[in-house]
T-cell receptor, first 113, second 109 residues
Framework: EADIYQTPRYLVIGTGKKITLECSQT?????MYWYQQDPGMELHLIHY???????EKGDLSSESTVSRIRTEHFPLTLESARPSHTSQYLC????????????FGPGTRLTVL | GQNIDQPTEMTATEGAIVQINCTYQ??????LFWYQQHAGEAPTFLSY??LDGLEEKGRFSSFLSRSKGYSYLLLKELQMKDSASYLC??????????WGAGTKLIIKP
């Protein structure tokens, strides 16, 4: 079973603040992903990485950036938070599982006032 | 465009059987996944199909027909803890997952 961690679990901040959502995994997975999910809606891919120093944007333009300096760490940064960024953010990783399935962290629930 | 369709909500009785359908239209196909997501929690992997046919795993089974762009998840001997959303996701030609909005399954005693 994959171990993947996200902090903080809950965050309430004001408009215009810069925030970083942390994601770490201990399985040595090369592939990591950030998703945004609103209640009752599908997951939308924001960013992904297939290895160190490799990052790509997903199909959702969220005005965020990511970095992948170490295999286990994949932080997401919002330079200037807005109320439209209020959502659940899920980090996932995939490695050499039988089906290349993605394992998810517990998520960060972000509220921007 | 790419599209995954699932019913929004289903209700079933404890001990019964329920089938959750998923139809898809994607650019390429590299497998279909089913995930379970309890309210407020992260999705957890249930099953994977890449060839036509039925895959059985305990109380859960998943079926795929690639020619019809169709899959279903079958849950037997329903338990109250099976109350959750069930997400269908297809891996497209770029090996990215395209997600459905999920089916909320309500189990009644």
């Amino acid at each position: 079973e994959a171990d993947i961690y996200q902090t903080p679990r809950y965050l309430v901040i004001g408009t215009g603040k810069k925030i970083t959502l942390e994601c770490s995994q201990t399985m040595g997975h090369d592939k990591m992903y950030w998703y945004q999910q609103d209640p009752g809606m599908e997951l939308h891919l924001i960013h992904y990485s297939y290895g160190v120093n490799s990052t790509e944007k997903g199909d959702l333009s969220s005005e965020s950036t990511v970095s992948r300096i170490r295999t286990e760490h994949f932080p997401l940064t919002l330079e200037s938070a807005r109320p439209s960024h209020t959502s659940q953010y899920l980090c996932a990783s995939a490695g050499t599982g039988d089906y290349n399935e993605q394992f998810f962290g517990p998520g960060t629930r972000l509220t921007v006032l | 465009g790419q599209n995954i369709d699932q019913p929004t909500e289903m209700t079933a009785t404890e001990g019964a059987i329920v089938q959750i359908n998923c139809t898809y239209q994607t650019s390429g196909f590299n497998g279909l996944f089913w995930y379970q997501q309890h309210a407020g929690e992260a999705p957890t992997f249930l099953s994977y199909n890449v060839l036509d046919g039925l895959e059985e795993k305990g109380r859960f089974s998943s079926f795929l027909s690639r020619s019809k762009g169709y899959s279903y998840l079958l849950l037997k001997e329903l338990q109250m803890k099976d109350s959750a959303s069930y997400l269908c996701a297809v891996m497209d030609s770029n090996y990215q997952l395209i997600w459905g909005a999920g089916t909320k399954l309500i189990i009644k005693p």
